[in-house]
Nanobody, 126 residues
């Protein structure tokens, strides 16, 4: 599956942004999909949120209550709504997908994803 990202940009702290990840296949609901943030070169990529094939959604503690995932099955697109953004949310965000991965948490997805989006910059200024 190919993933195409859109959205992102620059906002002030407290602002909101939405990222989109469009999959090239109509069966994208059968995939574990998730978002990762890469804050800077040399820093570790961090899992932000995942959506399992059964619909279960998990969020990193740092973003709970601020970020949310949703999807449009007609558009084969996963959305990542980010509210009350903080400067520490800054980074390049990547979506990833792994077919049929029901143990859909970030560490698994990071290791098993065969598809990654091209990356989208999110910058939050204080």
């Amino acid at each position: 599956v190919q993933l195409h990202q859109s959205g992102g940009g620059s906002v002030s702290a407290g602002g909101s942004l939405r990222l989109s990840c469009a999959a090239s296949v109509p069966s994208f609901s059968l995939y574990c999909m998730g978002w990762f943030r890469h804050a800077a070169p040399g820093k570790e990529r961090v899992g932000v949120a995942t959506r399992a094939p059964d619909g279960d959604i998990a969020y990193a503690d740092a973003v709970k209550g601020r970020f949310s995932l949703s999807q449009d099955n007609m558009k084969n697109t996963l959305y990542h709504e980010m509210d009350n953004l903080k400067p520490e949310d800054t980074g390049v965000y990547y979506c990833a997908a792994a077919h049929g991965l029901y143990d859909c948490w970030s560490s698994n997805l990071a290791n098993l994803a065969r598809s990654w989006g091209q990356g989208t910059q999110v910058t939050v200024s204080s």
